[in-house]
């Protein structure tokens, strides 16, 4: 299952019945054709083989599905191919409703309610910096658009209003349907603050490569920057961090060796999220998806492709033998 009853740990049911998010979820990553069009098969053969992964979940239009790029008729369109794919395989899945535009998140929810998503991810309005008031107004807008579906809130370090943690929870006390949130985390005093701020009343979701020590901390999963190397054993390293986190940090060691090496340089220099993420997956081998971004941001050259996958074979021993 990846909506239960919220956790008071990782491998815990016990607390509020409302459903919660957990586990290592696969995004939708844009395959993008040299006209900058979007290539639909490549796309569902993706879906296909997320699903093959058994991956906990898959969302759609985060930011490696370069949601911001994206027409109305292109966001329904993907929309509703991963419903018709994840409901025929009783997959669960969750929709990425995010926009810089307010209006533009709410009418994405109320156009596709209808799919029947496990929740609506969603980022606050980006031009402007929200106040915590017209944040709190924001989502209350957004939740009643939703009704029962819950929803996801992207807070990344990047975010023009990146929330404290007493933020997220002052948030979750006036949005019911809040069920989770998507945050950098931090060193073992954040997890402190993290568990004492929230306690149970939503799931925080960390990124891929601390998963495991996420986990232990008290985090509830990750959209999965490690989903996009290998979403198969990305979903069996939360499983191996679930029934014996010592084992699975050692597998983080390696992941964070790899990363901090060869992968988050490419951030630093300059290249988007998506960038990278789709270099992963590159590196993994798992899809067709390459490594081009939509006009105009910068993409990673397929020439590091090869080279980065024989280091990571090199450099992932433990994780390649999941």
Request: proline share 7%; with cysteine.
């Amino acid at each position: 299952m990846t909506f239960l009853p919220h956790p008071s740990g990782p491998t815990e049911n016990t607390g509020p019945t409302k459903p919660f998010p957990k586990g290592n979820w696969g995004t939708l990553l844009l395959p993008i054709n040299t006209d900058d069009s979007i290539n639909w098969t490549n796309l569902e053969r993706e879906i296909d083989s997320l699903i093959e992964a058994g991956v906990s979940g898959i969302y759609s239009n985060g930011t490696a599905g370069e949601f911001y790029t994206q027409s109305r008729e292109e966001f329904l369109a993907i929309s509703r191919l991963l419903a018709r794919k994840c409901h025929a395989a009783s997959m669960a899945f969750q929709i990425g409703a995010s926009h810089p535009c307010a209006q533009e998140s709410l009418e994405r929810v109320k156009a596709t309610l209808d799919l029947l998503p496990m929740a609506f991810q969603i980022v606050l309005p980006d031009w402007f910096p929200v106040t915590n008031s017209e944040a709190i107004d924001f989502l209350k807008r957004i939740a009643e658009a939703a009704g029962s579906v819950g929803l996801v809130l992207y807070n990344p370090p990047h975010a023009k209003r990146r929330l404290a943690l007493s933020e997220i929870a002052a948030l979750a006390d006036e949005i019911p349907t809040l069920v989770g949130i998507k945050v950098a985390g931090g060193d073992a005093d954040w997890y402190t603050s993290m568990r004492r701020e929230l306690g149970d009343t939503l799931s925080v979701f960390i990124p891929g490569h601390h998963l495991a020590t996420g986990l232990k901390a008290g985090a509830h999963g990750s959209y999965s920057n490690i989903a996009c190397l290998d979403p198969a054993r990305a979903q069996r390293w939360y499983e191996l961090a679930v029934r014996d986190p010592k084992a699975a940090l050692q597998v983080e060691s390696e992941i964070l060796d790899f990363m901090n090496t060869h992968i988050l340089q490419q951030i630093a220099d300059g290249y988007p999220n998506a960038a990278v993420d789709k270099l992963l997956a590159g590196i993994g081998g798992w899809a067709e998806i390459g490594t081009r971004l939509r006009w105009p941001y910068r993409w990673l050259p397929v020439s590091l492709v090869s080279e980065l996958r024989s280091e990571a074979q090199r450099m992932l021993p433990a994780f390649y033998s999941l």
